[in-house]
């Protein structure tokens, strides 16, 4: 039975193991923070030692068919989109690994005529030789596509319900099969059974009730525990930031996660699910991130760019718009554009920066954790 059709009856009745959730997130039942932040430390030291894995996204594409009132990549927002070449897509790939990355996870908007079958495979295919450990973010498929993108070297998938309120996430998708809230809530266990060995889930908080988005994300990670249990799984509570068309964006005080309840959540999560991988991205601020990568989180990204070409400027000679999900022209170029990012980053400092604050705090930072030649019979 498929989480999207239990859901409903998990928030009417809570798991024990969500009731307990529910019970430390709370300050009046908690107990300190400094107790759980203690706790959640010592578990992490146990099951991943003094380790950080480093990765970084490669966004291909910016073009999408998806209306999301809350993205940069929004069908109707008036940007300056790309779809980068698997030469292109190389070409930022060559850059990130001279950097010291063999995690990269390949970003792109949902659209199906530029970001097209078997677009994504040739992209694996070229980068397989040299990265070892590649994941992929970009809009659900079916069973069978997930096998074919496994095959072609993806061993991670990362998908974001982005909001689990029904109606909240009804209100902010307004065109699109992003529309599709089942069908995206669903995608983790297509993904499993499509044969990839890493999944990640995660909930944009800022977009609804932060609370119960931490309790609907307590439920499917504990249902995935149970369902898809051979697979290692990560779990992210990125933060809302401003974005293309809306760079004066400010939080909604009432669906805002303060700092001391994120640095709670990533503690109870912890303690809750010991062996879960806990992601902290380039969204949230720099000393932040300093204060909590002992804590509990096991993944960060570094030196972060979120447009395609991003990295080299790959893909700035191919720069234009779309309408209503059609390519336009630019009537002029300057020769000084470049795709529109996705969102602004909070943390820029570099690959070797975050490294250097890492190993300030006696962490081991990881570049590379994978190799294919693992499974190779002697």
Known sequence: MAFATVFPDLLKCPTPLMRRFEHLLAEETGGPLENLARLSQQTTRRHFGRTMRLFAPLYVSNECVNNCSYCGFSRDAGIFRTTLTVDQVVREARHLHALGF?????????????????????????????IPTLAIEVGPMEDDQYSEIVNHGAEGLVVYQETYDRSVYQTLHTAGPKKNFDWR??????????????????????????????LALCAHLEYLYKHCWKAQLTIAFPRMRPYAGNYEYEPDPTLFLPDKSFVRLIAVFRILFPQVGIVVSTREPAPLRDAICTLGVTHMSAGVRTEPG???GAGSDDLHLTIK???????????????????????????????????????????KDWDEALLAIS
């Open 185 to 214: 809530l669903d995608c983790p266990e297509r993904a499993y059974a499509g044969g990839f060995r890493r999944i990640g889930i995660g909930a944009l908080f800022g977009l609804a009730d932060w609370k119960s988005e931490a």
């Open 102 to 130: 063999r995690n990269l996870l390949l970003v792109a908007g949902e659209h199906p005529k530029f970001v097209s079958d078997g677009y994504l495979q040739d992209c694996l295919d070229a980068l397989k030789p040299f």
């Open 310 to 312: 991003g990295y080299t």
């Open 325 to 367: 999900g059609r390519r336009v022209e630019l009537t002029e170029k300057s020769g000084c554009e470049k795709a529109t990012e996705q969102f602004q980053i909070n943390d820029a400092r570099s690959a070797v920066e975050i490294a250097a604050m890492l190993r300030a705090k006696n962490l081991d930072p990881i570049w």
